[in-house]
């Protein structure tokens, strides 16, 4: 009952929503449109029923999120620019009920699609909730090709807005945030929560994959609280984007969904040094974020050329493993595996999946991550790599992660990538894609500098320079497209 009673009190006060052309919409109006998805939802589903919401990233896309929320009716949140071809292979594996789409939500807020009168007020009767009930389900790529539907209970996102509410005392509702991240991504659900319980200014971006439209939007609008992937803000403060901009407004900074680099943090460091960066860690199937550390100095925060992810939050538990047994040393490597009230039901109707992916520690049940890390004196969580990232060359075993870490290092560098290629002579080939920020460094200097901090096994054999690299949903760089591009060739 914690989240429904939430969202009730959030549009029952003063609240502030802005739409893509920045302009704040009038709180009638809502709380209108508000009433008029929740009185369609209620008057033709049930709590047994699962919608699926195929829209733009508008405002009315967080309304119809938080309605669902709100009712108690399990949504999956999709894209309207994905092929209808995976939108149908979702609902083959679902059997969702309803698709609401953009032409649908516009006709539901117009009221030109009648609807059963009576009450807005939700029926308690048809739409029972428990801890246990289904929030949503977020699809994530899988190896086969087939879906993997991630299934997030309601108590593990009311867990999460409780560390939210008690880990971010300094966020206010003065505080304007600008909701960037697109809501197949999880981390879109932290952008929701500190308007849920901080009563934030939410402004949606136009943000699609250019960074530079996000940094302008910080810029302009005076953004304070920013949540997005470390690969945005690479571009907003590198040499050629930063001094085009003003970010003097900013004060706090949330980045997940890839590994912050040292030179990134000694970016903020020097170049916003009044901006709280928080590095924040979780997979899909631990609810948004499990992890999480307000970084301090880069003296500090930094150990083996990666940075600290700090420790597990509230409701939440991390141990490292070096086999399935026992718990890595400090400083030891081993697997990340996350467990406690965040961690996800299942993979819908995946149990095989689901089983392969849990693992049973001293009684209590444990997420497997596939991320390789240590932990420090001052128990401090480290990402090293990924286990799958972990391949071999001439025999030596090689992380493609950690050498990213350091070529990323290179002032000249703006993003970098590292695939394997299998290779008959050196088990797998090396090639790294290299966005530079400077134009006039050489290939012969690149290759120098990897000398001096790579072992000679890791040194890529090719290198490619780019404008920019691929970039996934989720705002990552896609190696899965560089290797598919590369093989092409």
Not at 157 to 171: A, R, S
Not at 185 to 191: A, G
């Amino acid at each position: 009952m914690f989240l429904r009673k939430i969202i009730q009190k959030r549009f029952e006060s003063s609240f502030n929503i802005y739409q893509k052309n920045h302009q704040k919409i009038d709180n009638l109006k809502i709380i209108s449109e508000y009433k008029l998805l929740k009185k369609y939802i209620i008057h033709n589903h049930s709590t047994s029923d699962i919608i699926a919401l195929y829209l733009n990233n508008e405002y009315y896309y967080l309304l119809t999120i938080l309605a669902c929320q709100e009712i108690g009716i399990c949504y999956i949140p999709l894209k309207s620019n994905w092929p209808m071809e995976r939108v149908e292979q979702i609902r083959g594996l679902t059997k969702f009920k309803t698709l609401f789409s953009d032409e649908l939500i516009m006709s539901i807020i117009s009221s030109s699609i009648p609807v059963h009168e009576g009450q807005v007020n939700i029926d308690e009767a048809n739409f029972k909730i428990t801890p246990e009930t289904p929030l949503y389900i977020m699809f994530t790529s899988g190896s086969t090709g087939e879906p993997k539907g991630v299934v997030i209970q309601r108590k593990s996102y009311e867990n999460f807005l409780k560390w939210v509410e008690e880990f971010f005392p300094e966020i206010t509702s003065e505080d304007k945030l600008i909701n960037s991240t697109g809501y197949t991504f999880d981390v879109s659900l932290m952008e929701v929560a500190l308007f849920l319980v901080k009563n934030v200014h939410f402004f949606c971006s136009n943000l699609d994959q250019n960074s530079l439209v996000l940094g302008k939007e910080i810029s302009d609008l005076k953004i304070t609280v920013a949540v997005t992937v470390p690969n945005n803000f690479n571009l907003i403060l590198s040499e050629r984007i930063f001094p085009e901009l003003n970010l003097k407004s900013l004060k706090h900074v949330l980045l997940a969904g890839s590994k912050i680099t040292p030179a990134l943090f000694e970016r903020f460091e020097s170049l916003l040094p009044n901006v709280s960066v928080s590095n924040c860690y979780g997979p899909t199937e631990a609810t948004i974020y499990c992890v999480a550390k307000k970084l301090g100095a880069v003296s500090v925060d930094v150990e083996k050329n990666t940075v600290s992810i700090g420790s597990a939050i509230r409701g939440c538990k991390a141990i490292v493993l070096k086999d399935d047994n026992n718990i890595a040393t400090n400083y030891e490597m081993g697997e990340l595996l996350i467990g406690g009230i965040q961690l996800m039901k299942e993979y819908f109707s995946r149990s095989d999946l689901t089983k392969k992916v849990f693992h049973i520690y001293e009684g209590e049940t444990y997420y497997r991550t596939g991320d390789i890390v240590f932990r420090n004196s001052a128990g401090d969580l480290f990402v090293s790599g990924r286990v799958d990232d972990t391949i071999k060359v001439a025999g030596q075993r090689v992380n493609l992660s950690d050498i990213d870490g350091y070529i990323a290092n290179f002032p000249y560098v703006e993003e970098v990538a590292t695939i394997a290629i299998d290779d008959q002579v050196k088990d797998s080939l090396l090639i790294s894609f290299i966005v530079l920020n400077n134009k006039s460094i050489s290939e012969k200097k690149i290759k120098e500098d990897m000398k001096n901090c790579l072992l000679s096994f890791q040194i890529p054999s090719k290198i490619f320079v780019r404008e920019e690299l691929p970039i996934n949903n989720s705002g990552k760089i896609s190696k899965k497209t560089l290797k598919e591009e590369y093989l092409q060739k």
